[in-house]
């Protein structure tokens, strides 16, 4: 069964879609069989990275139930053998019509595709959509630049991730869940203070639920006088989610890069030798080696609060 890798971050034009396009390729090139799918709800645009401008099938397709596997949605992609990639559909994923059953579906499809590694681009933000789609991988990594701004929404982002994990390990239980339904929650304590009415276990739940929640981060757009204090934000995180964030590499700011983007291939193929392409495969042998760890154990998607009523 294919290792699912997500790939969120809080604020989009961060770099999610490059970098994810550029590790699927160096995971492609040390022999593993990887599926670049585009879950970007607002702007899937993995294809136009690889000049493919107008995918002859996306996931539109599958979701709107015109073909029947995921995999016959599966797009060559000339740049390497192992590589191949599920072009996205932003305005299918955009709209709420994307229920609970089919965003089921296709999370039930994704991990019986027939590869080694899914790398699942996410669009940015904290919709519903986008944080179940985040949460339903065996690896998390979260991409975010030196800017503020970034790194805030990038705090707020494994926030609402984590409360929405420790959300669905109570779903079984429905007084729980009819608690959880209908309010919004600032902290992991928040959920768990309104949980422990209802659920003594609440805290041990909760805090089994976080173990397992290690977000990776790539810092991206990395310059001379930009550079993210990562111990504070791993401390804030510690503090304030109960979860850890674990760094996976650092991504220079380079010219390079936009470069490929116009050339339609990811830098590691256009400017093997740059900068940002060096980092890059520093970065993929760190994923690789992190692949190899025992995953965090995926949890099911909580319904919306909507869904939820
Ligand atoms: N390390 C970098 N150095 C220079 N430019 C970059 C770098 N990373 C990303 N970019 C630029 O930022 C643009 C937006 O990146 P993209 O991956 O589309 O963002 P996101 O998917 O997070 O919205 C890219 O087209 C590229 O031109
Ligand atoms: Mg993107």
Redesign the pocket.
Known sequence: MATIVSVG?G???????????NLSMLLAKRGKRVVLADL?VG?A?AHI?FGMLNPPRTLTDFVERRVERLEEVLQPISAHPFLQLLPGTGDTLATANLHYAKKKRLIRNFSQLQADVIIV?IG?GTSYHALDFFLMADHYLT?A?PDPTSVLDLYRFIKLAAIRRVLSAFLSRDAVSEVLSDRDFCSIDEVIQAVEATDQNARETASRTLEGFQPHLIV???SGKSRVNVLQLKKLLKEYVGGDVTMLGE????????RA??SYLP?VEFEPTAP?SLALNQAADTLLAELGKPAAVPTAPAPSPEQAA
């Open positions: 971050s604020k989009g034009g961060v770099g999610k879609s490059v970098i994810a396009a970007d702007g645009d990275l681009d940015a991409v630049t991206n757009r990395i991504i220079p700011d380079d010219p390079a890069m936009t983007v116009r830098v940002a």
